[in-house]
């Protein structure tokens, strides 16, 4: 059957016209529309919440996969119910959809549109979804005035050709019912599946918390029953050194992270408390982490000081589990009498530094602001960090700007995406890059007045990626791309990132280094050298 039903979706998608691709200018494109035709023959728009929560992840082969929920209704045992189903379309490397109709992963009544689910991409280019849904509810199902309240986790892999490679229905544990959270980690060939569970009548509550499955490329569980992970919500994977990965979560002590083998051994012996403030939010991943490149973390997130103050702390977390920013972190503002919040952050293991971005509600002003760090915890700005925008409440009317995120480019540069809000949903998204010495080098404004939810972004040496639900119906309704090369450009040359990709790997090798002032060093010096590689180039670095 699903053989079939991939087939059907290939046939179809080879006979259909390539109805979308990269933008080629300023202008998103839509791949997965919102309008309608109404029984009148008139377009109407399908509203807010048919298209929402996109999720996107980028393949080995520079593929990417979109994921998203739609709200809606199906008939169970006679029944009218609502259902919110999730959908995956697959976008070659010119943004052109490969499946005519998205797949719609799971048709059984969900939670909500809002329940977290997960997108991961496994290392053959297949995709990972994780969802939870009331599928053992549904035999039952009689009464449209009563929602189903017990939901299932689970997961599925579906290839590149559209095959459901773990079943229709996935992996499912039944025996956990009462789960909205979920989420996936691919690490090496094994995916990490996790979910939270709130206990049922008959259980106590130490049946509540977060579970962890590990499952082969075959879809088979590692462990005979999943494993309990501890009380918290938080729970977030970051890979380590040697197969190993960090888990993140966090205690009425603060801030934690533990470094897990495969088989959930604990590597440092002990967990790691990173910082003794705790998340002060509604957020389910809140701890903004990314990995140092060298088997370590680099963390952000909101600590809360009181209802209408908060402050970024930071930490930088090396793979032995010591702290380079101290036992209790550092504030990215470094005062605490502001309103800070949104954290995001971005490491640099080329230049070992961090970039982390937020939002900062001060006295008559709100700001998008930076502060970078070096690895060690030496703030590289000024204290107080780098402005990148900032309103007044005299122009503002009360709004100001919707935080995304940052991301690292090779030689020390980096990306920042916000939002710039005029209105209640009218806004424009703005990118910019910064060279190493925080001068802007990009400035571009994406849109007028578009009503922008769920903006999720890629940060790539050769592009930037954006991936959002649009609910303007004069704009470009549904899930909308984006892409733009750092220096402003449209089109990427995929031909020369394969021809420098297929290069031997020694030919990237050092071999001599320079002054810039041209004098040749034995070993490369303190500060800027140039590098002149085995394949004839010369590049900067920083040492």
Same mark, same amino acid.
Request: aromatic share 12%; net charge negative.
């Given at each position: ?20 691709? @990269? ?44 994921? @998203? ?44 549109? @809002? ?5 991961? =991409? ?6 990972? =979804?994780?969802? %939870? ?72 509550? %130490? ?60 590597? @440092? ?268 180039? =010369? ?5």
């Amino acid at each position: 059957m699903k053989k079939l039903y991939s087939l059907l979706l290939l046939a179809l998608a080879a006979v259909a016209p390539a109805h979308a691709q @990269w933008n080629t200018n300023a202008t998103p494109v839509c791949i997965y529309s919102t309008t309608y035709v109404d029984d009148n023959g008139q377009t109407k728009q399908g509203g807010d919440y048919y298209a929402c929560s996109p999720l996107v992840a980028r393949t080995p082969d520079k593929k990417t996969w979109i994921s @998203w929920k739609t709200w809606g209704h199906k008939m169970v045992n006679g029944v009218r119910a609502s259902a919110v189903r999730t959908y995956l379309q697959l976008l070659d490397r010119d943004g052109v959809p490969q499946f005519s109709e998205p797949i719609m992963v799971n048709d059984h009544i969900t939670p909500s549109w @809002w329940s977290k689910y997960g997108l991961c =991409v496994a290392p053959d280019g297949s995709a990972i =979804v994780t969802v %939870s849904d009331a599928r053992l509810e549904e035999s039952s199902y009689t009464n449209p005035d009563n929602s189903p309240q017990f939901f299932t986790p689970a997961i599925y892999k579906i290839d590149q050709e559209g095959n459901f490679l773990w079943g229709l229905d996935g992996v499912e544990f039944t025996q956990f019912i009462n789960s909205g959270y979920t989420n996936a980690y691919v690490l090496g060939d094994d995916t990490y599946f996790l979910f939270f569970s709130q206990a049922d009548a008959d259980q106590d509550d %130490s049946a509540t918390g977060m579970y962890m499955m590990r499952i082969d490329g075959d879809g088979v569980p590692a462990w005979s029953e999943p494993r309990k992970m501890g009380s918290s919500l938080r729970g977030q994977i970051l890979p380590s050194l040697n197969g190993d990965f960090l888990y993140f979560d966090d205690t009425p002590d603060g801030a934690r992270v533990h470094r897990f083998d495969r088989d959930l051994n604990e590597v @440092w012996g002990d967990p790691v408390i990173y910082d003794e403030y705790a998340y002060g939010g509604y957020e389910m991943n809140h701890y903004r982490i990314v990995s140092d490149g060298n088997g370590g973390a680099c963390v952000a997130f909101q600590r809360f000081m009181g209802q209408f103050s908060h402050n970024i702390r930071v930490q930088h977390i090396n793979e032995d589990g010591s702290l380079g920013f101290g036992l209790s972190g550092l504030d990215a503002y470094n005062a605490e009498e502001y309103d800070h919040a949104y954290p995001s952050i971005a490491a640099n293991p080329e230049t070992q530094e961090i970039v982390v971005q937020y939002a900062s509600q001060l006295a008559g002003a709100g700001e998008v602001r930076h502060q970078k760090f070096s690895f060690d915890g030496d703030y590289l700005y000024d204290e107080k960090g780098m402005t990148v925008a900032s309103k007044s409440d005299a122009t503002s009317n009360g709004y100001y700007f919707g935080l995304t995120g940052v991301g690292a480019l090779p030689g020390g540069s980096w990306v920042a995406i916000y939002r710039d809000l005029a209105a209640w949903g009218k806004e424009s998204i703005m990118i910019r890059v910064y060279d190493k010495d925080g001068n802007r080098t990009l400035n571009r404004t994406i849109g007028r007045e578009l009503n922008v939810s769920d903006l999720q972004y890629v940060v790539e040496p050769e592009a930037i990626y954006l991936f959002y639900r649009e609910g303007n119906s004069a704009k470009n309704p549904g899930i909308n791309i984006f892409r733009i090369t750092p220096d402003g450009k449209y089109d990427v040359d995929y031909d020369a990132i394969d021809a420098i990709s297929t290069l031997p790997a020694d030919s990237q090798a050092p071999t001599q280094y320079y002054t810039l002032d041209g004098k040749q060093l034995a070993q490369p010096q303190h500060g800027l050298n140039l590098v002149r590689r085995a394949d004839g180039t =010369v590049v900067k670095q920083l040492r």
